[in-house]
């Protein structure tokens, strides 16, 4: 049983490299990004709800943007606090501002994607670029390095979404590192021709795009997705690129609470199990490599069976995915998670299982 073990072990390992090296590698790895500025016309989209504190602090950095041809288009979403009244204010502030009212709808209320596609619809341009309304960009050059990848294939532009760092904070190391990860994943992915996620903190794509799969039709009912399941639809090795320059980066606050960021894990877990099969697939057999990748030696090493092989595939597995996303974190500027990259991943690998073994028995809270 134990030599059983042991080649389940070797398996892992070499699953674990093929992902670390193999397929992150792509995108790890790869050379430093460069773009000629297209300055196509764009429309920056924003749904709110209930976000008039964020929405005071960020928009005005929107309307900074250091880019010739571009309107802001405001999306309030029924709310009930002060976001519709900061959006007017905005409007008549900026001249390149559009807002849209949403009124509560009896078939989509509170639905974020039905917000969304009035969004849409009502914007001036054929690109849109996308962003949450407790997010901002790091430069006045972010539209700018974000549509300069549109092409007349690349209609789809997958960018980085990352976390602000909170000094002395343990939990945001791991938030931001799981961020990290998720980000070369998607990002890998993309470059290997099988894109299966975004994030709505930054994303861009034409709207044709969105007409072609009808919007968010197909998933119109779950709350959550408007970003990483629509992606899922309509992305493919044609028409999706990325986009890593660090001037091309947004950034919000993580939550500060393990209790948040567990409610917030739920969520997205939830979503993902509505990807396609393929990606389901992928997605599981990494995060089972890596649950495996700790149980296994820990059983092997309690009954001291090859213990030289089992500690040499340890430090050798640690290795390479050691450099894989410190490659990574230097190209998204989050090398300092990754001196607790042992600890974070054994953190982040049984809260994975946690979430999953908790929404295997309840539902997790929808998004507001």
Known sequence: MLLILLCLFIAVVAVQFL??????????FAKPQ???????????????????????????????????DYEIVLIDDASSDDTLELFEAFEKQYSNVKLVKVENNEAFWGNKKFALTLGIKAAKYEYLLFTDADCYPKTTGWITEMS??????????????????????????????????????????????KPYMGVGRNMAYK??????????????????????????????????TICYTPESFTFS?????????FTQKRRHVATAKHYKSFDRTQLAIFYGSQLLFIVLPIILLAFQFQWIVVTSLIGFRYLFAWLSMGFAAGKLKEKDVMYWFPVIEIILIFTQLNVFVTNTFSKPVQWK
Request: aromatic share 16%.
């Open 19 to 28: 992902y670390y090296v193999v397929f992150f590698g792509k995108f790890s």
């Open 34 to 68: 460069t773009a000629t500025p297209k300055r196509v016309p764009i429309s920056v989209i924003v749904c709110a709800k209930n976000e008039a504190e964020n929405v005071a602090n960020f928009i005005p950095l929107l309307a900074e943007q250091n880019y010739s």
């Open 148 to 193: 300069a990848h549109f092409t007349k294939e690349k209609t789809i532009v997958l960018g980085y979404g990352a976390y602000e760092r909170i000094k002395g904070s343990f939990l945001n190391k791991i938030i931001r590192f799981e961020t990290l990860l998720t980000a070369t994943q998607y990002f890998s992915w993309a470059k290997l021709g």
């Open 207 to 240: 709207r044709e795009e969105f007409f072609k799969t009808n919007g968010f039709i197909e998933h119109m009912k779950i709350r959550s997705g408007d970003d990483d399941l629509f992606i899922n639809e309509a992305s493919n090795a044609r028409n999706t």
């Open 253 to 261: 606050m993580p939550k500060t609470t393990f209790k948040d960021w």
